[in-house]
């Protein structure tokens, strides 16, 4: 299965992400632990990175293509992934399909948790204090969730057209939406069985 998450920050798109793919087997690809880690190894790219994280802008789109492409093709991705934190942009998402058109993949379904900005601050204040990450600033926390409404919500309109958007009610607890996300990859792996 090949599962894309979208959602804004404090959506718990990163919880669910791990959820889904310990549960169906699938390789987590989440593209802020990536550059994180980029990051943390201090190399020259890592410093960019880093400067442009914390400030809660977005990595330039042909980086990021490069570093999926290259996580893509590895073998634990080669017949399933989920996908959470890419694709951001309209660029990217161009570029997804491409890639995966290359391979004869494809997206079976496009999951959007959907919460309101006030819970989406809300919760990335709550984690800034037990994580305390280097973009966990108001001034960076506030760019970020601008830059999510401006570049990455419009995406869902592309997958809505093609008929594998799902949008989930993202504010419940974490196991009411795992299950409402479960009953539709149940539904779909069915389908495919069948
Ligand atoms: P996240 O953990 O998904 O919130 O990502 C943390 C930060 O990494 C973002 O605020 C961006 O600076 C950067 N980032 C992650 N994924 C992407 C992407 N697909 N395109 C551009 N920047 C990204």
């Known amino acids: 299965m090949k599962i894309l998450l979208l959602g804004p920050q404090g959506s718990g798109k990163g919880t669910q992400a791990k959820r889904i793919a310990e549960e169906y087997g699938l390789a987590h690809v989440s593209t802020g632990d990536m550059l994180r880690a980029e990051a943390a190894s201090e190399s020259d790219l890592g410093r960019r990175v880093g400067e442009i994280m914390s400030r809660g ?5 042909d980086l990021m293509v490069d570093i999926i492409r290259n996580r893509l093709d590895r073998d634990d991705a080669r017949d399933g992934f989920i996908l959470d934190g890419f694709p951001r942009t309209d660029a990217q998402a161009e570029a997804l399909e491409a890639m995966l058109a290359e391979t004869g ?3 079976d379904v496009v999951f959007e948790l959907q919460v309101g900005d006030e819970t989406s601050v809300e919760r990335m204040r709550g984690r800034a204090q037990t994580e305390g990450r280097a973009d966990d600033t108001e001034e960076a926390m506030r ?3 601008e830059l999510y409404h401006r570049e990455t919500a419009p995406l869902s309109q ?3 057209a093609r008929g594998i958007l799902v949008g989930i009610h993202g504010e419940r607890t974490v196991d009411e939406v795992f299950a409402e996300i479960q009953r539709t990859l149940d539904e779909l792996e069915s389908r495919s069985v069948a």
């Open 105 to 107: 993949r494809d997206l």
């Open 158 to 160: 592309r997958y809505l």
């Open 57 to 61: 802008d977005l990595v330039p789109d």
């Open 143 to 145: 760019r970020r969730l």
